[in-house]
């Protein structure tokens, strides 16, 4: 009897957490859940405005999605991201950028005997996708850890969650290059991309999309973008895949006999959101504030934050007189406080000494952690 699917899934790290979840809801304040990232202010006007002006939609979407929706990703790629070169044909809309990530692998036919690599440091679905598909994988920074064996697909995550790291454009470069020379598969997950915070060039975030990064070629190369942090839209599921046309074709393919649709009413509602850059800018100033004072409280109260140039969360260190603190133990002292973080080790044992804080919580909430960490 073949082993099921679930059990080669890893533990879902959310689980370990309730302890210290509840003793946090246990504040007499209430709790300050810090944990998720979970966007909590209002979806935009304009956004809601669409939505309900596509409501009437009795017909099946195409999988291939509106030309119009494919349209509005290539001019936001355009205007916000110096992205050149992409056709409509290397645009898909996705349901939710997770079930695309946790799908890659099997959907490209990589399997058992196959190699996939993701960051040593990074949230859980590139290596549940791995294993959904039966294939190997490996975790790490150096592309020389991976010795004699090619993987077929390799992915990055930048800016990075949970560390917030931006890889410069000598990195993304590298890689680029690295993965042509081989004939891997390389997708950028790039979901942050416009939740960066540093004034330094140096540390903005770049797709690899970018012709700077690629040389003007999308050959072998795919990109993952996410409408549910910068537009409040985790509700809605909207995302989209861009790159390679012959790859994009590839999935298109796949998704077609599985009937994998973004709804005609979601895609309308994305439209509206790329084409508006008011909100973002709005939004990116409401996390800006809440992020300053996070991290100052952190800082005051013996917190080192590392990275944390991007993203929507500070990479936190509790640093003792005996050395760094394990994340476990950091996240039982900000429990009793009533706040909730997530520890580090749940992106990868790089993270032990590490706890990520999200700043998506509400401004009452953040005033709350932060007279919290004063006290």
Same mark, same amino acid.
């Given at each position: ?8 899934? #890893?533990?879902? #790290? ?6 210290y ?5 246990a ?7 810090? $944990?998720v ?6 979806t ?12 009437d939609s ?12 494919r ?5 936001w ?11 409509? &044909? ?10 695309l990530?946790?799908s ?32 190997? $994988? ?20 930048s ?7 931006v890889? #410069? ?9 690295w ?11 790039e ?8 004034? &330094?060039?140096?540390e903005?975030?770049? $797709?690899?999309?970018?012709p700077q990064?690629?040389?003007? $070629? ?12 910068r ?15 012959a790859?994009?074709g ?6 077609k006999?599985?009937?994998l ?15 508006d ?28 934050i ?21 994340c ?5 002292w ?5 706040i ?8 990868g044992?790089a993270?032990r ?12 909430r953040? &005033? ?7 006290g």
């Open positions: 009897m073949s082993q099921p699917v679930s059990h080669r899934l #890893p533990d879902f #790290p959310w689980d370990k957490l309730t302890t979840a509840a003793t946090a809801r504040h007499p304040d209430g709790v300050c859940d810090l $944990s990232g979970t966007p909590v202010d209002p935009p006007a304009v956004v809601q405005d669409a939505l309900r002006a596509a409501a009795p017909g099946y979407p195409t999988t291939i999605g509106l030309e119009a929706t349209q509005a990703a290539i001019d790629l355009a205007r916000r991201h110096g992205v050149t070169g992409l056709g409509l &044909d290397g645009v898909l809309p996705v349901t939710g950028s997770k079930e990530i946790g890659m692998a099997l959907h490209l036919g990589i399997g058992p005997g196959d190699l996939v690599g993701y960051p040593a440091l990074a949230y859980p679905t590139y290596e549940v996708g791995a294993a959904l598909a039966g294939a190997d $994988s490996l975790a790490t920074d150096s592309l020389t850890a991976f010795g004699p064996r090619t993987p077929r697909l390799l992915w990055l995550n800016p990075a969650n949970p560390t917030g790291r890889l #410069p454009l000598a990195h993304l470069r590298k890689v680029v290059d993965c042509r020379e081989r004939g891997t598969v390389l997708v950028s997950d979901c942050y991309i416009e939740c960066a915070w540093s004034d &330094d060039p140096a903005r975030p770049l $797709s690899v999309l970018d990064v690629n040389g003007g $070629s999308l050959d072998g190369i795919l990109a993952v973008h996410s409408l549910s942090k537009s409040n839209l985790a509700g809605y599921r909207c995302a989209f895949l861009a790159g390679d046309p790859l994009v590839e999935l298109l393919a796949v998704r006999n599985l009937g649709q973004m709804p005609g009413p979601q895609q309308r509602a994305m439209i509206a959101a790329l084409d850059d008011a909100h973002v800018d709005e939004q990116h100033a409401r996390y800006a504030a809440r992020r300053a004072k996070l991290k100052d409280a952190l800082e005051s109260a013996g917190f080192r590392d990275h944390s140039e991007a993203s929507l969360y500070l990479w936190a260190q509790r640093l003792t007189e005996a050395g760094a603190e394990d476990w133990d950091t996240v039982a900000m429990a009793e406080r009533g909730l973080v997530a520890p580090g080790e749940f992106y044992a993270g000494q590490h706890v990520r804080v999200a700043f998506t919580a509400t401004d009452e953040i &005033d709350a952690a932060v007279a919290r960490l004063a």
